[in-house]
């Protein structure tokens, strides 16, 4: 890059925050950039004593009783925690309740009053362009519980997208501030010192698991929708309207057509037809298939909502509660696209658990380590295989080129087998697509 | 409402508004571009030419191969002899040098200055120090322009400019970002989110005035935050008021090595009984040996590890090269991996 595209690309990125401020600085600082500078200093400010520094990753306190959030992935492997805050106390947590889908977790910490907290911002508020503030402890630089303690992190940057479906991410917010391995969990922050949403994911390629530019939350009011069932304990499911059919294959983005209602189910009851174009539901409209899965599936199980549909050119509203949300296949065949590595077989779900090789091809890594067709695989890795969800979310993290132990059902025999996953073929194409996308 | 008469409204509303934000930008543009104008004349590339080593391989991608296959081509790099530039800050009008250490590790065979005109003058290494990871070189300069210095310690959330002058040494580079934290590298450093490429080792880091607030340093093809990241370090200038004296005399201060299998921890987990890791670094020590994300260290050798603590210490009270069999619990199985414990190239 030349040097004057260089200089006007940094005044771009940088101004374009300085766009969104301005109109608050009024009789402020001199400049704009000053102005804004002034208000990350503040947000920061406000937000690092209500900070978590927890396992691997970060948290944030959203009630003065010390209720804090994190992402499920950073919190998964224990219930209790010993966790520093972000003014250097150390305190233990509780694990309340968990989203697992949603990668969500609440934590409790005890014997806590009068805490710093961030209050919840309304994330269906945020405009791509808006200056964002993210605090973490990437890479651990802060030290968590040993010697070496230090502060958490700030970095800057904008709301890049809004409404972005990135896997079990289903209404995710996309940022360029720097978030990195250690970030999972911690707040993204408005300039208002509100939290946007909980940092959880990051685009990398080649297997490089450092910041992109392309960051993922989990959106504020998504959370904000679960809390009553995560502050009740236990697992809290997303939601989906069964019995009801989408076309996935469609340009248009005018809605979500209905190709199939099951007669009798939820969608059925609520008064769904062959036909109709679902354009908006509760608040969002949806204007795609993918949208509207999404927006469904950002609820959780049991959630009350309007849908309007356009049924013979004219609005329809129609009422319905939410069923559970099974591991559907468009969120499998999602994930499936979006891994880097493959082992050559085509699963399906085994009835007793686990999954069954429905096909070995010829000269595939699977073949190579001697597994064949009809083998139930039940673990990978170091993960059980309960699905091919599951099956699919632990492949993500394999390796091309690296050997795992895998496990399978031959009959009555258990055989225990290394497989080398390959690069899935057009994985290039899917990295340029928007490229593989890790929890960090 | 006709459309043009929306448009008008529209315009109307929105004019005054537009001018003021366009001034706005223009005024912060400027600033930055005077800044890195400032600072320009004392940003300078070094190019080093050294014998080929495991400290100085550039490191290909990872995964893109089997992996054997991605060893054998690590090793191959690592033979061939290396030239790389990065870039450096003037410290005094007798022609001395700042540059980060971490590229000049490793037997350098060639080191030398690169002018903005084009020429190239010859350079040598006058003093280091390992652990704030800065070096000092001199060479035969003309007109030396050494920077000013910030008046302030940089805060969490000022603006900072990284300045560098690679890969063309006759223009400037510059990314803009904000300070992360403070008290990096043991206090010597400040984190920034302004994006870092290895050229812009030994670099400047300046305020909107343009005025040096740290030499950009800890950029290493093997560090685990990587390019680019957003996390990205710089030696304050209050620590190279410190040690430029003592660099000019000579300091030659490394670290000894620090042992250590490249894990890093999820600490705090009450109901776990051991260490557990949360990620392995990739490339680093475990992850050759085949330990994983999600791994609990129980022993090493025949030493249980109750906590991370007890991990620290275990590998911190061996040295390097030596070989211990971990004993990881891996979804309630135990399995032993033999690590050879690596050096440590950054804190």
Redesign the interface.
Known sequence: ???PK???W??????GL??CL??GSAGGPA???DAL??A??SV?DRAMPAFVF????SGVIISPDGEFLTNQH?AL????????LGDGRVM?ARRLGADPYGDVALLKLEGAEGLPWVPLGDSDALKPGQPVVAIGN?????G???AQR????????VISAVHRRQGAYMDAIQTD??????NSGGPLLTLRGELAGINGRIATR????????VGFAIPANQIRRFLPVLRRGGTAYHGMIDGLQVARQRNAADGALVTGVRPGSPAGRAGFRVGDLIVRVDRYPTPTWSRFEGVVSSFPEGADLDVVVVREKAEARLDVRLSRLRNRESEIRFLARTI?AELGVRVDDAPTGGVVLVEVSEGSPAAAAGLRADDILV?L????VAGRLEYFLVLR?M?????VPAEVQRGAETVRVLV?PR?REEAAEEVEAGGETGEE | MTRSAVLAVLMASAAP?HA??AA??A???S???TA?DRIAPSVVAIAIEREASREGGVRP??????????EWLRILLYRLPTRVRVSGVIASREGHVLTSYAPLRGEIRRLSVCLADGTERKAELVGFDQRRDLALLRSELVDAVVPEFAPDLP?????V?AVGRVPDPA??????????????MRGAAV?I?AELNYGNAGGAVVD?EGRLLGVACNITERA????????GFAVTWDRVEDLLPRLKEGLKSAVPPQPYIGV?????????KGA?I??VI?DGPAARAGL????LVVRVEDQPIRG??DL?RAIRGRKVGDRVRITVD??GEQKTFRVEIGQMDHE
């Open positions: 890059m030349s040097e260089r200089r006007a940094s005044a771009y990125r940088a101004g300085a766009v301005f109109i400049f704009a950039e500078q002034e990350i200093r920061a927890i396992g691997g990753g950073v492997s224990s219930e209790r925690w010993e966790v520093r233990t990437p890479f651990a630089l802060g968590v519980l040993g230090g502060d958490a992190a700030v970095s800057a940057g501030a720097a978030i990195n391995p250690g080649f297997g490089n698991r450092v910041n992109s530019g880097p673990r890795g170091d993960r059980r993290w390796r091309p080129g690296e050997a080398t690069p | 508004v003021q934000l706005d930008l005024a912060f543009e600033r930055i571009a890195v991608p990872t995964g893109l191969l089997p992996s054997q296959a991605d805060k969490v959330g000022d603006w400019v223009r400037p580079t510059a990314t803009a970002g904000i300070v992360s934290a403070r008290k990096r984190q989110d909107l685990q935050w990587g390019q680019n990241s957003g996390v890093r921890p999820a600490e705090g987990a009450l109901d776990v557990a949360d990620e990739p994983r994300d999600g791994d991370w603590d620290v891996r979804m």
